[in-house]
Antibody, heavy 120, light 107 residues
Framework: QVQLVQSGAEVKKPGASVKVSCKAS????????VHWVRQAPGQGLEWMGW????????KFSQKFQGRVTLTRDKSASTAYMEVSSLRSEDTGIYYC?????????????WGQGTLVTVSS | SYGLTQPPSVSVSPGQTASITCSGD??????ACWYQQKPGQAPVLVIY???KRPSGIPERFSGSNSGNTATLTISGTQGMDEADYHC??????????FGGGTKLTVL
């Protein structure tokens, strides 16, 4: 069965960076795109971008372009999301999610989420 | 930028039909998805391509999309359906867009 397992919670100071991992299993990693979505406390979902597991092409929300880096390790079937220059507003739960098929923009399987807290 | 608007909250009595709307400019020309999110859990896809249900999603969940509004309908609503529901589509640059979410209360 398809599973996306994310790394554990992080606490960071303002100005630092954080890198979250998303390990995929149960499907052919290189044949699918992985999306990243943020949810601030008590708020809705906010799309950040996606990375193609095969060719590592990326696409970003304009809000996160330049401050978020998406990478992947094909051999480990793992996608990574790094946010730099953290500020308090970056506090929230970060989810990875698989695209149903290539870039259908339908998120059919989700990771369990990673809580990132930015606090001095 | 493209925006999707949902009502913040909807209430329904057990066994009745709940309808949650999602509005956006010419949304009917796109495909809409719906996600259910229970407290402390990750979202779950319940409707995609306007009307399709993933495997394992009960038949009481259905969707429609026309004009500027997509609608998620839950027939015979049960207590377990109490959750936040998020609609999703995409903008002209093929970037994912979510609505603000609707809290469904079953009382």
């Amino acid at each position: 069965q398809v599973q996306l397992v994310q790394s554990g919670a992080e606490v960071k100071k303002p100005g630092a960076s954080v890198k979250v991992s998303c390990k995929a299993s149960g499907y052919t990693f290189i044949s699918y795109v992985v999306h990243w979505v943020r949810q601030a406390p008590g708020q809705g979902l906010e799309w950040m971008g996606w990375i193609d597991g095969g060719n590592a092409n990326t696409k970003f929300s304009q809000k996160f372009q330049g401050r978020v880096t998406l990478t992947r390790d094909k051999s480990a079937s793992t996608a990574y999301m790094e946010v730099s220059s953290l500020r308090s507003e970056d506090t929230g739960i970060y989810y990875c999610a698989r695209d149903l098929s290539m870039t259908s923009l339908i998120l059919d399987y989700w990771g369990q989420g990673t809580l990132v807290t930015v606090s001095s | 930028s493209y925006g999707l608007t949902q009502p913040p909250s909807v209430s329904v009595s057990p066994g009745q039909t709940a309808s949650i709307t999602c509005s956006g400019d010419k949304l009917g020309d796109k495909y809409a998805c719906w996600y259910q999110q229970k407290p402390g859990q990750a979202p779950v896809l319940v409707i995609y391509q306007n009307t399709k249900r993933p495997s394992g999603i009960p038949e009481r969940f259905s969707g429609s999309n026309s004009g500027n509004t997509a609608t998620l309908t839950i027939s015979g609503t049960q207590g377990m359906d109490e959750a936040d529901y998020h609609c999703q589509a995409w903008d002209s640059s093929s970037r994912v867009v979510f609505g603000g979410g609707t809290k469904l209360t079953v009382l």
